[in-house]
């Protein structure tokens, strides 16, 4: 119940492709859902995220995806480039607990040039 | 910019040891998190404080405590380090407010011997 499942483990996509990412979830309670973005060395930081009152949210190239009913989210990066080579994380919270959140396995994603 | 700091890069310790992984941050957040991360199992909460001197387990904490004596400074303790707890460690900070996201050190990677 507690989980978020994520796919793929890994991706590769040629520049100017769309990059997907996909998620699910079993809680609904869940409430909130953040993408986080890592490079290597770095820590993850937040890239976009959606409430559950709203089916998409675009900035920029990346945009989030949202099916309540089928308890599904994802990330498309549109025009995808080589700087977005990164491992991305989905995420979810509960209103009960804002600050505690429940992370994805993560996917390494490789943007070929 | 929230800046948060963890004391090392890089750490190898041997079996047995009690190691030291401290975080600081600076800008007066409430909630301070400490997660390991490993390939295919994304981001896993050890110990999570709201406060001073408060600490709640997350998902993970056997064979770690954690300390918080001063807002700006959350420490994670392996009181014998073994091997299974080679890792990257990753501290996070996060202010209260349900569009606030998680902060993210750049992360220790700790190797026990």
């Known amino acids: 119940q507690q989980q978020v499942k994520q796919s793929p483990q890994s991706l590769i996509v040629q520049k100017g492709g769309i990059s997907i990412i996909n998620c699910a979830y079993e809680n609904t309670a869940f409430d909130y859902f953040p993408w986080y973005q890592q490079f290597p060395g770095k820590g993850p930081a937040l890239l976009i995220a959606i409430r559950p009152d709203v089916s998409e949210k675009k900035e920029g190239r990346f945009t989030i995806s949202f099916n309540k009913s089928a308890k599904q989210f994802s990330l498309h990066i549109m025009d995808s480039q080589p700087g977005d080579s990164a491992t991305y994380f989905c995420a979810a919270s509960k209103p009960s607990s804002a600050s505690k959140i429940i992370f994805g396995s993560g996917t390494r994603l490789s943007i070929r040039p | 910019d929230v800046k948060v700091t963890q004391s090392s890069r890089y750490l190898v310790k041997r079996t047995g040891e009690k190691v030291f992984l401290e975080c600081v941050q600076d800008m007066d957040h409430e909630n301070m998190f400490w997660y390991r991360q490993d390939p295919g199992l994304g981001l896993r909460l050890i110990y999570f404080s709201y406060d001073v001197k408060m600490k709640e387990k997350g998902d993970i904490p056997e064979g770690y405590s954690v300390s918080r004596e001063k807002k700006e400074r959350f420490s994670l303790i392996l009181e014998s380090a073994s091997t299974n707890q080679t890792s990257m460690y990753l501290c996070?900070?996060?202010?209260?407010?349900?569009?606030?996201?998680?902060?993210f050190g750049d992360g220790t990677r700790l190797s026990i011997l």
């Open positions: 996070a900070t996060h202010s209260w407010g349900s569009n606030q996201p998680q902060h």
